[in-house]
């Protein structure tokens, strides 16, 4: 197989002229938004340029430790993503279910599918851990972010009809049953529907990859459909986590709703 | 059924003591603002209060199940909510929730009959006015057969004479059935008409009771 083209500096530059039109187009239709371009390019090349280094060190210097903290680090900043994410205040005790949710979700379906599915010795090769973690932590964090908004925003709508349920006797999960489908519907949906489109409207991020490093396709299609099911998995374990557990933190222990957020 | 004893809840309630009677009729009248509805919340237990003691048949409320003690003591709030579903869905949603038998089809149009309400069980419940849905949630907690029932407002939304006919079935089927009904009201006539006793809620925070038989039943 070839090699992949190094893309030199003169050749990296010119991909930026896209930005470079872009910022003229805006600057002549007045639109505002230049800042926010030239600030993102710049937070996106600093970003990756920087993950580029750390992740050629950690393939280099390969130890259990680092991985360790890589999924602590990407865990941290899932849950911050999630929580900002999420339009209203969210009080502590949804807070703790999404961190528990997202952390054994996540964790027991990247260790399934290292282990079991790419059979990876040892399981923390970077070269595979890291890509794969991150992918399924990031599609869970979109998910519980969805997951988190629609199930806030529905006990906030449906107050009326929560109580009402409560006051003919319900348990606080008969009260909520229709608001907690509707989460996880709004949650997995977008995940579902990504398979529909692809390899037909766009090819994925990972096999687009590693069809220019010079794999065949057909095994960048294998890992494709492997990581596409794995980010499925993935995806709904950690929002029927989050469901199951979340609806609780609206009701206090006399079962009377309470609204969820900071007092 | 129910005592209070020096309750209170926020700036809201501020009982000394109150008594209300079992298999009688107790109307809740008063001015807006004077914590009617937070008082039948508290006996539903949908909020706890913050200092004081509420017994249910003589053992302290915050010992009882919630759950259970809601599907005894059944409230009805305000504004009548409507479940998704048919006439008959939403008839039936009480009896799931709280995890009692179904009813049959007769036993559903007899309730319908005693509310007063004129629709077929497949009618679509969404597009019923105000009052309909009204004697729709009324006929939901009739047909729970529960121990307490806690209505706020029930015939808010009737005319005169419809209210009449409603309440006056109704009411004579709790008492026939010799159980304890609660009401909160802002019409006078109803009070009148229909307590037993009837609690005088006044000033917000401060709740000033007063207790007069007007009939028996």
């Known amino acids: 197989m070839d090699e992949a083209i190094e893309l030199g500096l003169w050749q990296m530059a010119a991909a930026y002229i896209f930005i470079v039109i872009l910022y003229i187009i805006l600057k002549a239709k007045g639109i505002p938004r230049d800042k926010e371009l030239v600030i993102s390019t710049f937070r ?50 949804l807070k703790r279910i999404i961190v528990i949710s997202m952390v054994t979700g996540t964790l027991s379906s990247i260790f399934y599918f290292i282990i079991v599915v790419v059979q990876v010795t040892p399981w923390y090769e970077a070269r595979y851990f890291i890509p794969i973690a991150g992918m399924m932590i ?27 349920a409560l006051m003919l006797g319900a348990t606080p999960k008969m009260a909520v049953k229709n608001i907690v489908n509707q989460a996880f519907d709004a949650a997995i949906l977008p995940t579902i529907n990504s398979m529909v489109g692809m390899g037909i409207v766009f090819l994925p991020g990972m096999m687009t990859g590693q069809i220019l490093a010079g ?28 469901v199951h ?9 006399r079962a009377q709703l309470c609204s969820g957020q900071k007092e | 059924m129910f005592i209070l004893k020096n309750v209170q809840y926020k700036a809201i309630i501020a009982v000394d003591e109150l008594h209300i009677p079992a298999q009688k009729t107790t109307c809740i009248v008063g001015e807006s603002g004077g914590g009617k509805s937070t008082l039948i919340r508290l006996l539903n237990q949908l909020i706890s209060c913050d200092k004081g003691e509420i017994f249910y048949k003589n053992q302290p ?4 199940d919630p759950i259970q003690l809601r599907r005894e003591v059944v409230m009805i709030p305000q504004a009548p909510v409507i479940f998704d579903g ?17 009813a049959g089809e007769n036993e559903l149009t007899d309730v319908l009959t005693t509310v007063c309400l004129e629709k077929e069980l497949a009618e679509p419940a969404g597009p019923l006015s105000g009052g309909e849905q009204q004697r729709l949630s009324l006929a939901r907690a009739l047909l729970m057969n529960p121990e307490v029932y806690i209505f706020d407002e029930p015939t808010s939304a009737l005319d005169e004479e419809t209210e009449k006919k409603v309440m006056d079935n109704v009411v004579g089927e709790v008492k026939r059935k010799r159980k304890t009904l609660i009401i909160v009201t802002h019409s006078k006539k109803v009070a009148q008409t229909y307590a037993d006793v009837v609690i005088e809620m006044k000033n917000g925070s401060a709740a000033t009771v007063k207790k007069g038989v007007k009939k028996n039943g």
């Not at chain 2, 409320?61 to 009882?64: E, F, G, K, R, S």
């Open chain 1, 138 to 164: 990031g599609n869970s964090m979109t998910g519980v972010a969805l997951g988190v908004q629609r199930l806030v925003a529905g006990v906030q709508e449906q107050k009326a009809q929560i109580e009402a």
């Open chain 1, 44 to 93: 996106m090349t600093v970003q990756l340029v920087l993950v580029g280094y750390i992740l050629a060190y950690l393939i280099e210097n390969n130890h259990v430790m680092w991985i360790i903290l890589v999924i602590i680090i990407m865990q941290f900043f899932a849950v911050q993503n999630i929580v900002k994410r999420v339009k209203y205040p969210i009080h502590a005790r």
């Open chain 2, 61 to 64: 409320i915050h010992t009882l």
């Open chain 1, 245 to 253: 557990f979340g609806y609780q933190a609206f009701f206090t222990e």
């Open chain 2, 86 to 102: 048919t006439v008959k869905d939403n008839l039936l949603i009480g009896l799931t929730f709280s995890g009692k038998p179904l």
């Open chain 1, 215 to 242: 794999l065949s396709p057909i095994t960048a299609i294998q890992y494709q459909v492997a990581i596409m099911l794995g980010i499925v998995g993935c995806v709904s374990l950690t929002v029927v986590m989050f």
